[in-house]
């Protein structure tokens, strides 16, 4: 079926698939979608192609369960998903993007403190040989992907704490920014109506938070970095 991959697990003897939309396996294994959501048929089979069901016994053996959630779960967690060229090929760069995507959002270089631009990432990534995995979540590989970077780039993972202060009128328009992009660490509202507060946020989302903030303020906004 096309955009469809099968999942296989062999266990005890037994042989256990389901079949899984191609475009749903990193949001899945991440915890971000329900896997019975993207399944077109909620079937746990031994054979996927001739349409042959698993037995319950042969089920509650390997999984002590017949609930098809839980062992769909298992079985692509511990088994092996079968992609043909072009969907390892699509998942693989959408796992590419993501990956530098988060390491200029969380990161910085602590020469600097500034984020390193995406095309700086990606440029070490090639020159260190790193290998991205289409399947396996991005938080895990983020790690292992930085401490490949650390010999061709100065990188590290740091907050940043920033005082700011709106006007009163500006404070409604920009709570849904800082909330988004930032922990609230203090607020207070001061006597003229502004709003004062202390929030903290990963180094490499500070460009991104002062474009928003000076754009709905219209450059009112008062930034402050502490630390």
Aim: proline share 4%; net charge negative; charged share 30%.
């Amino acid at each position: 079926m096309d955009g469809m991959v099968i999942a296989r697990l062999e266990s005890h003897g037994h042989n256990f698939e389901i079949i899984l939309e191609a475009d749903s396996v990193n949001d899945v294994k991440e915890g971000k979608a329900n896997i019975l959501d993207h399944m077109p048929s909620e079937m746990i089979f031994s054979d996927s192609k001739k349409g042959e069901k698993a037995s319950t016994e042969a089920m509650n053996k390997v999984f002590s369960t017949e609930d098809v959630a839980l062992i769909a779960h298992q079985i692509l967690e511990k088994g092996q998903v079968q992609l043909t060229t072009e969907q390892r090929r699509e998942m693989l760069e959408e796992k590419r993007k993501q990956i530098i995507a988060t390491i200029v959002r969380d990161s910085m270089n602590p020469q600097t403190k500034t984020p390193h631009p995406p095309q700086r990432i990606e440029n070490a990534m090639e020159e260190a040989g790193v290998h991205i995995d289409p399947i396996r979540p991005v938080t895990v590989q983020v790690k292992e992907v930085v401490e490949a970077l650390r010999p061709y780039l100065p990188i590290s993972f740091e907050r940043v704490q920033l005082a700011v202060k709106l006007g009163a009128t500006d404070y409604g328009k920009c709570y849904g920014d800082l909330k988004g992009l930032t922990k609230i660490l203090k607020e207070e509202w001061q006597n003229d109506g502004s709003w004062i507060g202390v929030v903290e946020l990963p180094a490499g989302l500070q460009e991104e938070l002062f474009n928003k903030l000076n754009e709905k303020t219209k450059g009112s906004v008062e930034t402050k970095l502490l630390k």
